[in-house]
Nanobody
Framework: QVQVVESGGGLVQPGGSLRLSCVVS????????VAWFRQTPGKEREFVAAMRWSGGSPRVADSVSGRFAISRDNAKNTVFLQMNSLKSEDTAVYYC??????????????????WGQGTQVTVSS
């Protein structure tokens, strides 16, 4: 079975950086899509970044372009979300997710079947 576990959230000052980690275990092949979404109270889960496990097709949301980056470490079965120049509006629960294969609608939650428990990121002065 595929399991997704995020970690690395915490409290950070505006302008600071944080790196989230997501261990994706149980993959049967490298034909996988992985992504990060975030959610705040009263809002639907929104797309942050996605990529193919193979390393292709990296995508980031316009709201975080130039500040966030997605990457992975094959040896550790881990996908990362590097967050720089953090703003208060980046405060949210961040979720890691995965799917078998790749979907053109990589930015929609409905495209993914495996979800982590979420990790809280709080940006505050």
């Amino acid at each position: 079975q595929v399991q997704v576990v995020e970690s690395g959230g915490g409290l950070v000052q505006p302008g600071g950086s944080l790196r989230l980690s997501c261990v994706v275990s149980g993959r049967t092949s490298n034909n996988f899509g992985v992504a990060w979404f975030r959610q705040t109270p009263g809002k639907e889960r929104e797309f942050v970044a996605a990529m193919r496990w193979s390393g292709g097709s990296p995508r980031v949301a316009d709201s975080v372009s130039g500040r966030f980056a997605i990457s992975r470490d094959n040896a550790k079965n881990t996908v990362f979300l590097q967050m720089n120049s953090l703003k208060s509006e980046d405060t949210a629960v961040y979720y890691c997710t995965a799917r078998e294969g790749w979907h053109v609608y990589y930015h929609l939650t409905s495209s993914y079947g495996y979800w982590g428990q979420g990790t809280q990121v709080t940006v505050s002065s």
